[in-house]
């Protein structure tokens, strides 16, 4: 059976059309979703068939699965990452909702997807009230991936109706939210005593620190 394909305008997201999506997370549904840069596919960060139904999308091993997912705001942040400095807390602060993923310290309230353990994880807020009202309602990050190939940007990452023909298969819901980029988020990783930047994206940290 196709995806559905839901049609949501970024500027008042229909709440009963967040609701069914919602719903269709919670029984470990899988959708591809706007966010502020490139296109995603993710799922309830609590859900494991639903990860590895990514995992095999993506065709991907499960050890080589980056930890990076959405949160509705900065207050979610700190269920999931380790106490963060007060610098790093400010940056964060006055960079999201943006289009950067920052990697931290991940605490115990992370699962082990698929049994793997890692110690970091990577966060995003991103600026789509789309995105931002699924995280919000499911009570939840959904765990992220964009639908690109990690070496190129592929056309239909920006055009919702191309990315439901080449996704309709696979997963259950493909969000309309208007044409989206081709340029990915900025991922800095905030481990260490100073910011680095391991992929420059749409986002410039320059601008925050």
């Known amino acids: 059976m196709p995806a559905e394909f839901i049609k949501l305008y970024e500027e008042n997201p229909e709440r009963h059309k967040i609701e069914h999506i919602v719903e269709v997370l919670k029984s470990g ?3 591809v979703y706007p ?3 490139v296109y995603g596919i993710g799922c309830d960060l609590f ?3 639903a990860i590895d139904r990514i995992c095999k999308i993506k065709s991907i091993k499960p050890k080589n699965l980056n930890l990076s997912f959405i949160c509705h705001d900065i207050s979610d942040i700190s269920n999931y990452v380790k106490r963060m400095d007060t610098p790093t807390f ?3 602060k006055k960079a999201l909702p943006g289009p950067f993923t920052f990697i931290l310290e991940s605490n115990s309230n992370v699962p082990k997807i698929l049994d793997v353990n890692k110690k970091t994880v990577g966060i995003r807020i991103p600026d789509n009230n789309i995105t931002r009202g699924i995280v919000q ?3 939840n990050p959904i765990i992220t991936s964009s639908i690109k190939d990690d070496d190129e940007i592929l056309e239909y990452t920006t055009d919702p109706e191309l990315i439901y023909e080449d996704f309709k298969h ?3 819901i493909i969000i309309d939210g208007g044409f989206g980029g081709n340029i990915p988020s900025t991922v800095v990783d905030c481990t260490q005593n100073e910011f680095e930047i391991i992929r420059e994206g749409l986002g410039n940290i320059n601008d925050y620190v």
């Open 170 to 172: 696979h997963v259950d």
């Open 35 to 37: 966010t502020d840069t």
């Open 90 to 92: 400010k940056v964060l």
């Open 47 to 49: 859900n494991r068939k």
């Open 29 to 31: 549904g899988v959708i």
């Open 137 to 139: 309602i499911l009570g």
